[in-house]
């Protein structure tokens, strides 16, 4: 059984950096981070599949990392130049279905992942 927990959160100013952590517990497969802002649907940020493969949505690119420490089960999310926009619970999530490549992450159905409980960033102007 998956247990994904995050942290990280927090508020910082526009410009700032956050660096976000999912602690994992049980096997995975593809991972990636998700955010959902307040009356908006959620998305997709970034990805990560089993060939080490990234993928990242046009709002981040350049901005956000997404990378993985097998040795201390944990997946990261650097966030640099953070923008008011940004501000969003962000989810990691990991996928129930073997060999799901990156690019198919982010858009793919809610249920086929496993979720942690999310973790606040505010990023203020």
């Known amino acids: 059984q998956v247990r994904l927990v995050e942290s990280g959160g927090g508020s910082v100013q526009a410009g700032g950096s956050l660096r976000l952590s999912c602690a994992v517990s049980?096997?995975?497969?593809?991972m990636g981070w998700f955010r959902q802002a307040p009356g908006k649907e959620r998305e997709g940020v970034a990805a990560i599949d089993k060939t080490g493969t990234t993928v990242y949505a046009d709002s981040v690119k350049g901005r956000f990392t997404i990378s993985q420490d097998n040795a201390k089960n944990t997946l990261y999310l650097q966030m640099n130049s953070l923008k008011p926009e940004d501000t969003a619970i962000y989810y990691c999530a990991s996928s129930r279905v073997s060999n799901m490549p990156a690019t198919h992450i982010l858009g793919a159905h809610p249920t086929v992942f496993n979720w942690g409980q999310g973790t606040q960033v505010t990023v203020s102007s």
């Open positions: 049980g096997y995975t497969y593809s």
